[in-house]
């Protein structure tokens, strides 16, 4: 075999080797890139996680706050229904009993108190609630 032949024939194994470790080298630098962008989008569900569990902790501790603001808001600015002389309707009937379980109070104390007599009219004329 003559010195030129083996020159090539050892820089083309040189350069097929070295071409066949730098394809593996990539392959596992890729590999390890892959998981770490694995990793991050596990760390950003569990981000979005815990931000989507504040926000809507927010949101049940503002609705209760509204809850409350509305309850204390109808509570004070409920209409009393208008009475009809002979008027036999539900409402009317449940208004008249309310005032004559009304009038027992205010005769004992003389005075009936705001949140007595809102809790009387509310009381018989609004169903029960299911609040949490």
């Known amino acids: 075999m003559s010195t030129a032949s083996r020159l090539t024939l050892g820089m083309a194994v040189t350069v097929s080797t ?4 730098y394809v593996h080298y990539k392959q596992s630098a890729d590999r390890l890139r892959l998981h770490d962008g694995v990793l991050r989008d596990v760390e950003q569900q569990q981000r979005r996680k815990h931000e ?3 926000t ?4 049940i501790d ?3 706050q509204l809850k409350a603001r509305e309850a204390t808001s109808n ?9 009809k002389e002979g008027c036999n309707c539900d409402a ?3 208004y008249q009993e ?3 379980q009304l009038q027992p109070r205010a005769q004992k104390s003389g005075v009936v108190s705001q949140a007595e007599d809102q809790s009387v009219n509310l009381g018989s004329l609004s169903p029960p609630s299911d609040k949490v």
């Not at 070295?18 to 470790?21: D, E, N, P, V």
């Not at 509570?75 to 009475?83: E, I, M």
């Open 52 to 54: 989507n569990t504040y």
């Open 56 to 59: 809507l902790q927010q949101q």
């Open 75 to 83: 509570s004070s600015d409920t209409p009393t229904p208008p009475r």
């Open 92 to 94: 009317c009937t449940k």
């Open 18 to 21: 070295a071409i066949i470790g």
């Open 98 to 100: 309310s005032e004559l």
């Open 62 to 64: 503002i609705t209760k």
